[in-house]
Nanobody, 124 residues
C-alpha cells in the first residue's frame, strides 16, 4: 500500500519561508520520480517541481529560484523548501509519486500516487 503523508504547511507572511515534507512508504522510493504540486481555490492543480530517481530536478518558472526540491533516501522523505513566499503561493500543496518508466516531468499524468495535501497560506 503506497502512502504519502505531507507535513510542514502553515501560515506565513510574504517574504517568509516554509519547508514541506512528504513521508513515503509502501514502494521502492528511489525507483520513482517524485513531485510537488499545488492547487489554489478555483484553479487547476499545477506541477511545481520534480526530482528524478537520478537526482535531477526541474521547476516551473513561477517557483524557480525560490523553491528547492530535495529528498533524503534513507528516510524515504521528500522535501520542498519554499523561500520568498508570496500571497500567490497560497494553496494546498501535494506530493506525488510517479508511475514506473514514465519520464519525470511535472505533469499530473506522470504520477500515480498522491498525498492528502498540506495547506500553505501567505499573507501580505
Amino acid at each position: 500500500q503506497v502512502q504519502l503523508v505531507e507535513s510542514g504547511g502553515g501560515s506565513v507572511q510574504a517574504g517568509g519561508s516554509l519547508r514541506l515534507s512528504c513521508a513515503a512508504s509502501g514502494y521502492t522510493y528511489r525507483a520513482r520520480c517524485m513531485g510537488w504540486f499545488r492547487q489554489a481555490p478555483g484553479k487547476e492543480r499545477e506541477g511545481l517541481a520534480i526530482i528524478a530517481s537520478d537526482g535531477q530536478t526541474n521547476y516551473v518558472d513561477s517557483v524557480k529560484g525560490r523553491f528547492t526540491i530535495s529528498q533524503e533516501n534513507a528516510r524515504n522523505t521528500l522535501y520542498l523548501q519554499m523561500n520568498s513566499l508570496e500571497p500567490e503561493d497560497t494553496a494546498m500543496y501535494y506530493c506525488a509519486a510517479g508511475r514506473p518508466y514514465m519520464p519525470c516531468t511535472p505533469h499530473e499524468n506522470v504520477f500515480a500516487y498522491w498525498g492528502q495535501g498540506t495547506q500553505v497560506t501567505v499573507s501580505s
